[in-house]
Protein backbone atom coordinates (compact mmCIF):
# COMPACT_ATOMS: atom_id res chain seq x y z
CA UNK A 1 0.00 0.00 0.00
CA UNK A 2 1.31 3.54 -0.79
CA UNK A 3 0.02 6.52 0.70
CA UNK A 4 0.21 9.43 -1.70
CA UNK A 5 0.18 12.74 0.35
CA UNK A 6 -1.39 15.94 -1.78
CA UNK A 7 -1.21 19.62 -0.11
CA UNK A 8 -5.34 21.34 -1.18
CA UNK A 9 -7.13 23.75 -0.27
CA UNK A 10 -10.06 23.75 2.04
CA UNK A 11 -12.65 22.48 -0.23
CA UNK A 12 -11.49 18.83 0.38
CA UNK A 13 -12.73 18.95 4.16
CA UNK A 14 -16.63 18.45 3.05
CA UNK A 15 -15.58 14.96 2.22
CA UNK A 16 -14.08 14.61 5.82
CA UNK A 17 -16.44 16.79 8.22
CA UNK A 18 -19.37 13.99 8.68
CA UNK A 19 -16.05 11.75 10.38
CA UNK A 20 -15.00 14.84 12.68
CA UNK A 21 -16.24 15.00 16.57
CA UNK A 22 -16.28 18.77 16.92
CA UNK A 23 -18.38 21.16 14.51
CA UNK A 24 -15.89 24.29 13.82
CA UNK A 25 -15.56 26.61 11.38
CA UNK A 26 -11.89 26.51 9.02
CA UNK A 27 -9.17 27.18 11.06
CA UNK A 28 -7.19 30.44 9.81
CA UNK A 29 -4.20 30.61 7.61
CA UNK A 30 -4.12 26.83 7.64
CA UNK A 31 -2.38 24.86 5.53
CA UNK A 32 -4.35 21.55 4.27
CA UNK A 33 -3.42 18.20 3.02
CA UNK A 34 -5.21 14.71 2.13
CA UNK A 35 -3.75 11.54 1.95
CA UNK A 36 -4.70 8.70 -0.75
CA UNK A 37 -4.38 5.47 -1.22
CA UNK A 38 -5.36 3.82 -5.56
CA UNK A 39 -6.79 7.53 -6.08
CA UNK A 40 -8.90 6.89 -2.41
CA UNK A 41 -9.05 9.82 -0.22
CA UNK A 42 -7.72 7.77 2.77
CA UNK A 43 -6.74 11.06 5.61
CA UNK A 44 -7.28 14.98 6.49
CA UNK A 45 -5.37 17.44 8.43
CA UNK A 46 -5.11 21.12 8.43
CA UNK A 47 -1.97 22.98 9.91
CA UNK A 48 -2.33 26.46 11.05
CA UNK A 49 0.78 28.53 12.56
CA UNK A 50 0.60 28.98 16.19
CA UNK A 51 2.47 31.85 17.37
CA UNK A 52 2.48 31.43 21.03
CA UNK A 53 4.89 28.33 20.95
CA UNK A 54 7.15 29.56 18.14
CA UNK A 55 5.46 26.34 15.80
CA UNK A 56 2.28 24.77 14.11
CA UNK A 57 -0.45 23.54 14.96
CA UNK A 58 -2.25 20.42 13.46
CA UNK A 59 -6.04 20.44 13.54
CA UNK A 60 -8.82 18.26 12.40
CA UNK A 61 -6.94 14.91 11.89
CA UNK A 62 -9.88 12.53 10.17
CA UNK A 63 -8.87 9.09 9.16
CA UNK A 64 -11.51 7.42 6.93
CA UNK A 65 -13.62 5.03 9.14
CA UNK A 66 -12.43 1.61 6.88
CA UNK A 67 -8.67 2.70 6.80
CA UNK A 68 -8.63 3.04 10.82
CA UNK A 69 -6.37 0.87 12.95
CA UNK A 70 -4.40 0.31 9.43
CA UNK A 71 -1.41 2.74 10.44
CA UNK A 72 -2.12 4.76 7.69
CA UNK A 73 -2.99 8.01 10.10
CA UNK A 74 0.45 8.00 12.10
CA UNK A 75 2.13 7.88 8.64
CA UNK A 76 0.20 10.67 7.33
CA UNK A 77 0.88 12.22 10.44
CA UNK A 78 4.13 12.19 10.79
CA UNK A 79 5.18 12.58 7.27
CA UNK A 80 3.26 16.19 7.53
CA UNK A 81 4.63 16.75 11.08
CA UNK A 82 8.16 16.13 9.38
CA UNK A 83 7.41 18.48 6.33
CA UNK A 84 7.31 21.35 8.66
CA UNK A 85 10.13 20.72 10.64
CA UNK A 86 12.61 20.79 7.87
CA UNK A 87 10.67 23.98 6.91
CA UNK A 88 8.80 23.81 3.78
CA UNK A 89 5.57 24.44 5.24
CA UNK A 90 4.54 28.47 5.20
CA UNK A 91 7.40 31.15 5.72
CA UNK A 92 9.50 28.25 5.36
CA UNK A 93 9.92 28.07 9.19
CA UNK A 94 11.43 25.06 10.76
CA UNK A 95 9.55 24.58 13.47
CA UNK A 96 7.87 21.46 15.53
CA UNK A 97 3.81 21.16 15.15
CA UNK A 98 1.88 20.75 18.51
CA UNK A 99 -1.13 18.59 18.16
CA UNK A 100 -3.90 17.28 20.61
CA UNK A 101 -6.25 14.43 20.28
CA UNK A 102 -8.79 12.59 22.89
CA UNK A 103 -8.25 9.28 20.77
CA UNK A 104 -7.29 6.90 23.28
CA UNK A 105 -5.33 4.32 20.85
CA UNK A 106 -3.87 7.55 19.21
CA UNK A 107 -2.36 8.87 22.42
CA UNK A 108 -1.05 5.37 23.15
CA UNK A 109 1.11 5.78 19.87
CA UNK A 110 2.20 9.60 20.17
CA UNK A 111 3.11 8.47 23.83
CA UNK A 112 5.35 5.81 22.77
CA UNK A 113 7.26 7.13 19.74
CA UNK A 114 10.24 8.32 19.97
CA UNK A 115 9.30 11.14 17.32
CA UNK A 116 6.74 12.56 19.83
CA UNK A 117 6.63 14.15 23.22
CA UNK A 118 3.53 14.39 25.57
CA UNK A 119 3.69 18.16 26.51
CA UNK A 120 0.29 18.05 28.05
CA UNK A 121 -2.94 15.90 29.24
CA UNK A 122 -6.44 17.44 30.55
CA UNK A 123 -8.23 14.60 32.12
CA UNK A 124 -11.60 16.77 32.45
CA UNK A 125 -12.27 19.59 29.82
CA UNK A 126 -12.60 23.03 30.23
CA UNK A 127 -14.65 25.66 31.63
CA UNK A 128 -16.93 26.90 28.86
CA UNK A 129 -18.59 29.57 30.72
CA UNK A 130 -14.62 31.06 31.24
CA UNK A 131 -13.91 30.48 27.91
CA UNK A 132 -16.97 32.88 26.65
CA UNK A 133 -15.99 35.51 28.92
CA UNK A 134 -12.31 35.90 27.86
CA UNK A 135 -14.02 35.70 24.12
CA UNK A 136 -16.12 38.54 24.96
CA UNK A 137 -13.20 40.73 26.46
CA UNK A 138 -11.25 40.04 23.61
CA UNK A 139 -13.55 41.01 21.19
CA UNK A 140 -14.95 44.46 23.44
CA UNK A 141 -11.93 46.87 21.57
CA UNK A 142 -13.08 45.84 18.36
CA UNK A 143 -16.91 46.53 18.66
CA UNK A 144 -17.07 48.40 22.37
CA UNK A 145 -18.91 45.38 23.78
CA UNK A 146 -21.90 45.67 21.70
CA UNK A 147 -21.98 41.98 20.12
CA UNK A 148 -22.95 39.48 22.30
CA UNK A 149 -20.21 36.28 22.37
CA UNK A 150 -22.46 32.80 23.48
CA UNK A 151 -19.67 30.66 21.64
CA UNK A 152 -17.18 29.02 23.71
CA UNK A 153 -14.64 26.33 24.08
CA UNK A 154 -14.25 23.56 26.65
CA UNK A 155 -17.72 22.49 28.38
CA UNK A 156 -16.83 18.66 27.37
CA UNK A 157 -15.73 15.90 29.52
CA UNK A 158 -12.71 14.85 26.96
CA UNK A 159 -9.48 13.64 28.03
CA UNK A 160 -7.29 16.35 25.85
CA UNK A 161 -3.69 15.32 25.90
CA UNK A 162 -1.07 17.01 23.85
CA UNK A 163 1.97 16.50 22.11
CA UNK A 164 4.65 17.95 20.26
CA UNK A 165 6.78 16.47 17.05
CA UNK A 166 10.17 15.80 17.44
CA UNK A 167 11.13 13.79 14.14
CA UNK A 168 13.51 11.97 13.24
CA UNK A 169 15.75 13.43 15.76
CA UNK A 170 15.12 15.10 18.86
CA UNK A 171 15.21 19.04 19.57
Not at 74 to 92: S, V, W
Not at 98 to 108: A, E, I, R
Amino acid sequence: MKLDIWKVDGSYWKFFKQHYYLDLKHPPCAEYFVGTVDGELVCHIAVCPSFQTKGYRATRLVVMPEWQGAGVGTAFLNQIMQYHLEGKGRCQRKYPTYFHTSHPQLCGYLRNSKKWKQVSAKLTGDNKARSIKSMYNTGKGFDGGKKKTTGGFGGHFRAIQGFKYLGNEEI
